[in-house]
């Protein structure tokens, strides 16, 4: 109970400081990337604790944990901002859009009819089309 209570001041107090925009816009730049941040972790935490990697499984303390809790969040809360003044979506919610819209156009209009091209239906697929990522930097 008393942790509990310790952690609600924490959050109490944040809210109040000035700091809390800067927070508060981190913390939304990571939830933007979720799928990349969620894959990132995994891999770092794959790379720490198997065997593969460092094969700390089971050989780090509570204390060590919680400070590469801390340390993969304070990396995610910096690149993720990073990441999305360049772009305008994670590369994972990119990839996973991406094939979701080409899915959803296949579905829609299907093969152009005898394989005759249809300016029509190429007009209509291009606006569904996402922006390669050649495009969004030039």
């Not at 050989?59 to 990441?83: N, T």
Request: proline letters at 4%; aromatic letters at 14%.
């Amino acid at each position: 109970l008393g942790t509990a209570a310790a952690y609600i001041a924490l959050i109490m107090r944040l809210v109040q400081s000035k700091l809390w925009p800067t927070f508060q816009h981190c913390l939304a730049a990571v939830g933007q990337l979720a799928f990349t941040n969620y894959i990132l972790q995994s891999m770092l935490c794959t790379a720490i604790f198997y065997g593969f990697g460092l094969g700390l499984f089971g050989q780090v303390e509570r204390w060590g944990q919680v400070l590469i809790v801390v340390l993969v969040w304070v990396l995610q809360l910096a690149l993720s901002p990073l990441w999305l003044k360049r772009f305008r979506f994670g590369p994972l919610e990119w990839l996973f859009q991406s094939a979701a819209i080409s899915a959803l156009i296949k579905s829609l209009h299907g093969p152009f009819p005898n394989g005759q091209y249809n300016h029509q239906n190429e007009k209509i697929r291009s606006l569904y089309r996402p922006k390669s990522l050649i495009e969004r930097v030039a």
